[in-house]
């Protein structure tokens, strides 16, 4: 009971820390083309709109919800006929469509803004509840609460589960469908089979990239059937599926089941159409083939690199978790006895990770958050073991004690940098203060921070300031009244440009700052190279740099 209780407690926690996050912070660049989406999915059943074939619809379902409850203003959502023929349509953002829905005048757009990314708590208590009790099961009583404590203070998951769009729906549902399947391996029954099914499918409908879920399902089960128990093994034929097959066939039988289910939810999802989900999954091979704009530690390269996803991973996630992570790992393969066990914990990420580490596309770390629950679940491999000698008794207390350590390490390192999530680095490269040295773009500089800035600029009576937002809302949204310079993708007022080099007060995004997308601006990656001779006199959450340049020492 105590540990139900502590469990839901941290869930809270990590709602409330969820919640002020998504209220402080503005809209991200991918949010404003995908706000109300959902909603005119579910009206129209069409996906004939810009973004609707940019991802599987479940998390702009859900995200979109609240749009009903408000006199939206349908006519951004009509386009020029014939528009809808064209795949670069689909998967594009319509930048304009999101803003005038944030400006619309009959309504307050943030504040339905807000509601549309509350709807991720429904995502966050389901990986809650997951992580809870597939903790319990593989570590004891004290198993779930450690999980739950790791993800309520997760800076990563935190980051992504406060804003609309699919990364944090994909995180929650992989895991889901991970364990599903691991209790129907465990404890086989036609009721299990069907709710495999259905955490596969929702997965699916999440990210195309949960594709790879069926690889990884099935190298966990036949990780499974070679080390699992007489009695487990015995558990697969409870279904009495083509008996004379054996353990294996029944293994298949079930795999089989399991990816039929889930086909059958992702056509729902889908409003029993196949063609949006083909359209979108050509879509995406193209922009891989393509390549993309990255940026790393100083490196710029639309091809990217092998080791992008694991340097983000190690500089992004809390020192303690990886500490936490690589003890339960170790600790979990000298176990034999519970190997069978394990192996739904290592296939699948692995194989996720294996395929960005492969695919050339790296655009941040969110696109392997699903990594995190994993994590979560192989530390508790590194809960105190039981044992009465004083032997036992001593390696307890030992590692009792720096579990403590880190746990508190984790929580401090957390609230420290609240709400500023997104842009967290952990102390091996310095901090948030230091990240944009390493990484920009969603893993730092997402425009999540043109709310603070209005703030800053009213705290300090500022009327006007020469802004290079690295973002899509519109400013008018807060009332910040800006003179422009190159930006990504800051509109342009005709009589409020500023030339380069300028003076005075200039705010600049970090992702503009260090020049990824500022090709098409003349001096190109080094258009603003001439503002590191500077001191920045304020950084808003660290991804918003203010500099106060004088006259007389600009460049």
């Not at 390490?409 to 999530?421: E, I, K, Q, S, V």
């Not at 209005?454 to 290079?468: A, E, H």
């Not at 970090?510 to 001439?530: E, H, S």
């Amino acid at each position: 009971m105590k540990t139900r209780l502590s469990a839901w407690l941290l869930a809270l926690l990590g709602a409330l820390l969820l919640l002020h996050t998504a209220w402080q912070k503005s809209p991200t660049w991918d949010e404003t083309g995908y706000f109300g989406l959902g909603a005119y999915l579910l009206k129209s059943g069409n996906w004939d709109v810009p973004a609707s074939c940019s991802h599987p619809p479940l998390a702009f379902y859900l995200h979109s919800l609240p749009v009903f409850f408000y006199p939206i203003d349908w006519s951004p959502w009509h386009y020029r006929q014939g528009l809808e023929r064209e795949l670069g349509f689909l998967r594009s953002a319509d930048l304009r469509r999101g803003n005038a829905l944030l400006l619309d005048a009959d309504y307050d757009g943030e504040w339905l803004f807000f509601c549309c990314r509350a709807t991720s708590l429904v995502f966050f208590g389901l990986l809650a509840l997951v992580l809870y009790r597939w903790g319990c099961r593989l570590h004891g009583p004290a198993g779930g609460p450690l999980a739950s404590w790791l993800l309520a203070l997760c800076p990563n998951t935190l980051a992504h589960a406060s804003l609309i769009n699919t990364d944090f729906a994909f995180e929650a549902t992989f895991a889901l469908a991970v364990y599903a399947f691991y209790r129907l391996l465990l404890e086989p029954s036609h009721l299990r089979l069907a709710g495999a099914g259905l955490g596969l499918g929702l997965a699916l409908g999440s990210k195309l990239s949960a594709l790879v879920l069926l690889p990884g399902l099935g190298l966990g089960l036949a990780w499974f059937l070679v080390f699992a128990s007489p009695e487990q093994r015995q558990r697969l034929g409870v279904l009495r599926w083509w008996p004379r097959v054996g353990v294996w066939g029944q293994g298949l039988a079930l795999y089989l089941g399991v990816a039929l289910g889930g086909g059958l939810v992702l056509w729902v999802l889908y409003g029993f159409q196949v063609e949006p989900y083909l359209l979108t999954l050509r879509s995406q091979l193209g922009d891989l083939e393509s390549g993309h704009e990255a940026y790393l530690m100083g490196a710029y390269s639309s091809q990217g690199w092998w080791y992008y996803y694991p340097v983000a991973l190690l500089i992004k996630t809390p020192v303690p978790a990886l500490i936490l992570g690589g003890w339960g790992l170790w600790q979990g393969l000298r176990d034999r006895v519970r190997w069978a066990e394990q192996g739904l914990l290592l296939w699948p990420p692995l194989l996720l990770l294996g395929l960005f580490v492969a695919g050339g596309k790296d655009l941040g770390l969110r696109y392997v958050l699903p990594v995190y629950p994993f994590l979560f679940l192989l530390a508790g491999n590194a809960l105190p073991a039981p044992g009465t000698d004083w032997k036992a008794l001593l390696a307890r207390a030992w590692r009792a004690g720096l579990l403590i350590l880190c746990c508190l390490w984790y929580a401090a390192g957390t609230l420290r940098n609240h709400p500023d999530h997104l842009a967290y680095f952990n102390e091996l490269v310095g901090g948030p203060e230091q990240g944009y040295r390493y990484l920009v773009d969603s893993n730092l500089d997402w425009g999540q921070d043109l709310k603070g800035l209005k703030t800053y600029m009213d705290q300090r009576g500022i009327g006007r300031i020469k802004l290079s937002y690295f973002g899509t809302v519109d400013p008018a949204l807060y009332g910040l009244q800006y003179e422009w310079l190159p930006s990504f993708v800051l509109p342009a007022p005709p009589q409020a440009r500023a030339a380069l080099p300028t003076s005075g007060l200039i705010a600049i995004s970090a992702t503009n700052l260090v020049g990824v997308y500022m090709d098409g601006y003349g001096q190109g990656k080094d258009l603003f190279k001439w503002l590191q001779g500077f001191e920045p006199v304020a950084r808003i959450g660290h991804s918003i740099f203010v500099y106060d340049i004088p006259e007389s020492t600009s460049p």
